[in-house]
């Protein structure tokens, strides 16, 4: 265990959140601005730093709310879709400005769609949009000139026409090796579904200049909260060979290498934030090693990282509901699973800090895991009243929600301070593939997200829901006609 705790870890804008309890019924997710901005200014500055013409995309999965889309947009991020409805978002936020043609260095807003097993109707949805189609297989390739109408999920309609084969084309593909914060998340490798084996892409970049593509970028996503830096040179080392390979046996000159995203954040107190210079670093000592190697030309850097950009600018606020005595303490909060299903699916950590109640409009009495918060200050410096209080008055309790299902608990056998029924509970690391994952399962609802804009003033970005939300699209409830 080491002695400093991560500092990213324990951050939370408290001053936002007295604010928000204060004004907004609990639960909700908050949203720093100031945070999301500074991740995404240094993501970008950190690769262009090695690669000049770097062209960052979010991936919109992690968190798809169109206000946080377009700050993400005005940072000079494209995006990265995977759903009919993540591309209609896109297009209209964008506005038209989206402009994807052969030319990668001419694009304002590079936006691309990346599927697995897509019906051929949201292909050619993504294309009419403007996307560069990311395909997953070599199969995709007879789609384009596959006829589209009465299939899929797609909402495109009746349209017979075909996806038509675009100017620009990307493979994404499984370079045989993968890797995640945990297994679920390992996106490559024999056992993943995704990508074209890397042995058979040549045949794949074949079959699409065939057809008439004229320009190829390729893309692999390995996995999910990487926080080994070492990793992802090794990756696009492999990635780098299978563009010589490609050339070798096709001719084809592959101008765009995207990397995903994948970049980890640090969940843990103890766990070390992601050094993302090395990251590009060491990626760019890859590229020159292996252009050299091969003998070919450095191809355009892109990524698409969604946690990295959006994971620590969020946080879900609940407050404390029920306190149950049993075999273990447990202490229910009005926010669960159903709102932030990580814990429950992946058996995720998240860390927790407490707002005592009474405390909101003067001092946070801030929280820790009682490994970092004993006689010793958690984090070298000297103790503060705060923390004594906290570390005086401790126990091990686990935070649980109502859902009917046991792994609904967002932290299990936590040193906390002994919480009272109305006392605030502040989930960290909330703003990415956490709302995004939520469902409704017990009917539950889902719950409103906050703004925390930069000049301190707290909006709303998305409402409550409320139970007509729920029944909405039932024929006997809601208004659809039977
Ligand atoms: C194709 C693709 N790109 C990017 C991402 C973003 O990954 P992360 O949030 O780990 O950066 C994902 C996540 O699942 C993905 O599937």
Do not use: W
């Not at 697995?116 to 789609?143: H, Q, R, W």
């Not at 932030?340 to 909101?360: C, D, T």
């Amino acid at each position: 265990m080491p002695d400093k705790a991560n500092q990213q870890v324990l951050y939370f804008p408290k001053e936002g959140i007295m604010k928000s309890v204060q004004q907004f019924p609990t639960p909700f997710f908050v949203y720093e601005e100031k945070k999301l901005r500074e991740n995404c200014r240094n993501l970008k500055k950190t690769f262009e730093k090695y690669f000049p013409y770097f062209q960052p995309l979010y991936a919109v999965k992690a968190n798809n709310n169109p206000t946080i889309l377009k700050i993400i947009m005005e940072e000079g991020f494209g995006f990265d879709c995977s759903s009919e409805s993540e591309c209609r978002m896109v297009k209209k936020i964008c506005e038209g400005e989206m402009k994807m043609s052969g030319n990668v260095n001419t694009m304002k807003v590079v936006s691309m769609y990346t599927g697995n097993y897509t019906p051929v109707e949201t292909l050619k949805f993504a294309k009419d949009c403007g996307m560069i189609l990311n395909l997953d297989d070599v199969s995709n390739v007879a789609m384009l000139k596959e006829f589209c109408g009465g299939g899929g999920q797609s909402a495109v309609g009746d349209d017979k026409s075909v996806v038509g084969v675009p100017e620009t084309l990307s493979f994404r593909v499984n370079p045989g090796i993968g890797k995640g914060g945990m297994e679920s998340v390992v996106t490559a490798g024999p056992d993943a579904k995704f990508g074209v084996p890397f042995e058979k892409a040549a045949e794949a970049y074949k079959l699409a200049q065939e057809a008439g593509v004229k320009h190829f970028g390729i893309h692999m996503m390995t996995g999910s909260n990487v926080l080994d830096e070492e990793y992802f040179a090794k990756v696009v080392e492999k990635l780098l060979e299978i563009v010589a390979d490609v050339k070798n046996k096709t001719g084809i000159k592959i101008e765009f290498l995207n990397i995903g995203g994948g970049f980890g954040v640090a969940y843990r107190p103890e766990e070390k934030s992601l050094d993302l210079d090395k990251v590009a670093r060491l990626i760019k000592e890859t590229f020159d090693k292996q252009c050299a190697k091969f003998g070919i030309k450095a191809p355009r850097l892109i990524a698409e990282p969604g946690r990295y950009i959006t994971a620590d600018m969020g946080f879900l606020v609940g407050k404390v509901v029920v306190i149950k005595d049993g075999y273990k303490k447990f202490v229910g909060i009005d926010a669960a699973s159903n709102d932030m299903p990580r814990p429950s699916i992946y058996g995720a950590y998240h860390y927790v800090s407490v707002m005592k109640k009474g405390e909101f409009g003067g001092r946070v009495i801030m929280v820790e895991n009682k490994k970092f918060v004993s006689e010793k200050s958690i984090t070298g410096d000297t103790l503060t009243a705060d923390r004594v209080i906290a570390s005086s008055k401790t126990e091990v309790v686990s935070v649980v929600g109502s859902i009917c299902e046991n792994n609904d608990q967002f932290a299990k056998d936590r040193e906390l301070p002994v919480c009272e029924t109305g006392d605030i509970i502040v989930i960290h690391n909330c703003g990415g593939h956490a709302f995004a994952m939520g469902h409704h399962y017990n009917g539950k609802l889902l719950h409103a997200e906050y703004l925390l804009q930069e000049n301190g003033e707290l909006r709303m970005i998305r409402r409550a829901e409320t139970f007509e939300d729920l029944y909405r699209t039932t024929t006997d409830f809601g208004r659809t006609k039977k």
